[in-house]
């Protein structure tokens, strides 16, 4: 336990105030953190002003920060701390610094603390982490474009989304990576982001009048939301939580919304006897995918209480590298492969010299499959059915970016490139020529990996890295 007599000679009594840069700086909180707490600063001794909040009323506080002493333990945290606390770190309770504080002064005297449950602290990290999480969800699935021209004549998107939250920097990254060429802009009333095709530049808050209202572009939209709506499917409850009114306002499509469910029951009797209740078309971009895949229902894993993933990555990427489906971290980001599979995947890429950010990443299977066990929900393999099912959706990914080399991880990964079973032992490590020119190299899933440890885990580490490592070198010499 921490004593309450200052070690570092700061004087009891004493408060300090810390101005943070800006709102979202996780990292200025987290040096700063370090440093009280080796300086054995209590929480009540500190006040985290944001930028534009009353630091008036911390006049007295030193803003100087106080000196470790040289032998001042290290601040200890664990992985979970850290990954809830970047997150909690982005929500708009002017609280959340000191909580984070408070949290981590907590965590020196008592190491396991995240894992009690009934720890007020805990859940209301737990629960400012969710709130930003479901946020980031919502601006990727609503950030709507409008097509305007610039004073040259070129070609600039536009879209006005609202977040709760200080979430647009750290979603910067995903729009990126999702429009990479296109030259767009995000404004937001919490400042806006600019993409020129090579570089972002952050500007200031915006205002709703600032982002244009409407475009040609719309009626596409529309038109394309009505062909994708599944009135077989429709559960009201579900879509207002998924796709709340607040949201309304800024989609075209949502215009449609309430005249689609009046017409739903008539449309779908129409259908069924038509026996159009179907995909038909396959999508020509990948924004037309990642729409559909929301709407799919094909198999009962749609069915669940999940999110459709989409894949992610440069349009003309080289490299496709295709996971299973999404696990329950990718289902609630909205993102493949960031939970711990993603994370011990990017580690072996960046180890043989794969840069990630120029492959698209992607899964066979598009929503989570699990099961609930209490709060949890636990992974359950594809069937090959819903694999064969999900086809459709890889099969038009790849039509579209159209890699030279695909890398499917795992058994599900192969069926969904193969439409049938393999095994990863007798074909890894080899290349299998595509019909459409391009080639497979099967591996593990990384998920494997992380289900073995000792030498047995050594030995699949090892062989992952000469698969990885192959695929490069072959990637160079298509390239060449
Ligand atoms: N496992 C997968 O196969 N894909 C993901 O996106 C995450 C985990």
């Not at 930028?51 to 664990?78: C, E, I, Q, T, Y």
């Not at 990576?177 to 009333?189: A, D, H, Y």
């Not at 895949?293 to 894949?311: F, S, T, Y």
Request: hydrophobic share 40%; with cysteine.
């Amino acid at each position: 336990m921490r004593s309450s007599r200052s070690l570092s000679g700061v004087k009891l009594g004493t408060y300090y105030v810390v101005h943070m840069p800006e709102p979202d700086d996780f990292d200025f909180w987290r040096e700063r953190a370090r440093g009280l707490i080796q300086c054995d600063v209590p929480p009540d001794r500190i006040a985290w002003v944001e930028p534009g909040g009353s630091g008036d009323l911390f006049a007295h506080g030193k803003r100087r920060m106080p000196v470790p002493p040289k032998d001042a333990p290290p601040v200890r945290a664990n992985r979970r701390f850290v990954s809830l606390a970047r997150n909690a770190a982005l929500h708009s309770d002017p609280e959340r610094f000191a909580l984070l504080y408070r949290l981590l002064w907590r965590l020196q005297a008592n190491p396991r603390i995240m894992e009690d449950k009934a720890d007020l602290d805990v859940r209301k990290l737990e629960e400012l982490d969710k709130n930003v999480r479901r946020d980031s969800h919502k601006m990727h699935a609503f950030v709507r474009f409008r097509l305007v021209e610039d004073e040259e004549g070129d070609e600039h998107y536009v879209a006005w989304f609202e977040p709760d939250h200080h979430i647009l920097r750290a979603n910067a990254s995903f729009f990126m990576r999702r429009f990479s060429n296109m030259r767009w802009s995000i404004l937001t009333p919490r400042g806006s982001l600019h993409w020129d095709g090579e570089t972002m530049a952050e500007g200031p808050p915006a205002d709703r009048s600032d982002a244009p209202s409407g475009d040609p572009t719309e009626d596409l939209w529309r038109s394309y939301y009505a062909s994708i709506f599944n009135p077989a499917r429709l559960k009201i409850g579900a879509m207002l939580k998924e796709m709340p009114k607040k949201y309304w306002k800024n989609m075209p499509e949502a215009a449609l919304i309430p005249e689609l469910v009046a017409g739903a029951q008539k449309r779908e009797s129409a259908m069924v006897e038509k026996g159009t209740l179907e995909f038909e078309e396959r999508p020509e971009t990948l924004a037309a995918i990642d729409k559909a895949i929301h709407a799919c229902r094909k198999c009962p894993i749609g069915q669940l209480d999940n999110h459709a993933v989409m894949g992610e990555g440069p349009q003309d990427a080289a490299l496709m590298i295709v996971g299973e489906q999404p696990g329950d971290q990718e289902d609630q980001q909205g993102r493949p492969f960031v939970g711990p599979a993603g994370q011990l995947l990017d580690a072996h890429l960046e180890k043989v010299g794969i840069d990630r950010r120029a492959a698209y990443v992607t899964n066979t299977v598009k929503h989570f499959k699990y099961v609930q066990r209490g709060k949890r929900r636990i992974h359950q393999s594809p069937g090959a059915k819903e694999i064969d099912t999900c086809r459709w959706w890889i099969e038009s990914e790849r039509a579209i970016v159209q890699p030279k080399l695909i890398l499917a991880m795992g058994a599900s990964a192969a069926r969904g490139m193969l439409g049938k079973t393999v095994s990863i032992t007798k074909v890894r490590g080899e290349p299998i020529a595509l019909e459409d020119g391009s080639e497979l190299w099967v591996t593990a899933h990384p998920s494997y990996l992380l289900r073995l440890d000792g030498p047995a885990r050594e030995e699949q580490a090892r062989l992952f890295d000469a698969d990885l490592a192959a695929v490069k070198e072959r990637l160079e010499e298509l390239a060449g």
